[in-house]
T-cell receptor
Framework: GAVVSQHPSWVICKSGTSVKIECRSL??????MFWYRQFPKQSLMLMAT?????????EQGVEKDKFLINHASLTLSTLTVTSAHPEDSSFYIC????????????FGPGTRLTVL | GQQLNQSPQSMFIQEGEDVSMNCTSS?????WLWYKQEPGEGPVLLIA?????ELTSNGRLTAQFGITRKDSFLNISASIPSDVGIYFC????????????FGTGTRLQVTL
């Protein structure tokens, strides 16, 4: 149990286009999901906290108009990178906090975004 | 954003050796977690610690929640090649409902 999926696993796009990444909790409900960004050989940096039915909370320095988050159900959150540029190329990872139990966070397998 | 300091930054050990790594913070946390990440994958939860002084094991892994609540330790006994990866600590300040702050990571390499 406690499986989180991400789609797509990798994407290559042209500069200026928008890319949507999906994060799904497959066997549990998650009112809260989190989006992280990870550059090569670095740690995970939290971008935003996604709450089902309400607006996401963004970390300092993260542009909310560039990284659009929608958490429309208890099992799905999406991150849209709008007008992507090469500097947005990174590994994007989501996590889902299980509503039941101790509220552990389980991570998705990540999405590798490359902007040409 | 804030990051927790992990040491060592990297380790090269032989199969069968024990491994110790730690994670320190300038502020206290109420929950400590240890994750392992393999290349191109998301982190996988290894051990969760919920109380200061708590010592918890998961197979060959043992982790402790420091008494000061500002540090945590992870030990791996009798390492095997599949232990290779990056180990991250993470702290939660406000209990399990709050966001995680990640450590800088310890890269573990195991040679035969």
């Amino acid at each position: 149990g406690a499986v989180v999926s991400q789609h797509p696993s990798w994407v290559i796009c042209k500069s200026g286009t928008s890319v949507k990444i999906e994060c799904r909790s497959l066997d549990f409900q998650a009112t809260t999901m989190f989006w992280y960004r990870q550059f090569p050989k670095q740690s995970l940096m939290l971008m935003a906290t996604s709450n089902e039915g309400s607006k996401a909370t963004y970390e300092q320095g993260v542009e909310k108009d560039k990284f659009l988050i929608n958490h429309a159900s208890l099992t799905l959150s999406t991150l849209t990178v709008t007008s992507a540029h090469p500097e947005d190329s990174s590994f994007y990872i989501c996590s889902a906090r299980r509503d039941r139990g101790r509220g552990e966070q389980f991570f998705g397998p990540g999405t590798r975004l490359t902007v040409l | 954003g804030q990051q927790l300091n992990q040491s060592p930054q990297s380790m090269f050990i032989q199969e069968g050796e024990d491994v110790s790594m730690n994670c320190t913070s300038s502020s206290i946390f109420n929950t400590w977690l240890w994750y392992k990440q393999e290349p191109g994958e998301g982190p996988v939860l290894l051990i969760a610690l919920y109380k200061a002084g708590e010592l918890t094991s998961n197979g060959r892994l043992t982790a402790q929640f420091g008494i000061t609540r500002k540090d945590s330790f992870l030990n791996i006994s009798a390492s095997i090649p599949s232990d290779v990866g990056i180990y991250f600590c993470a702290g939660q300040l406000g209990g399990t409902a709050s966001k995680l702050t990640f450590g800088t990571g310890t890269r573990l390499q195991v040679t035969l």
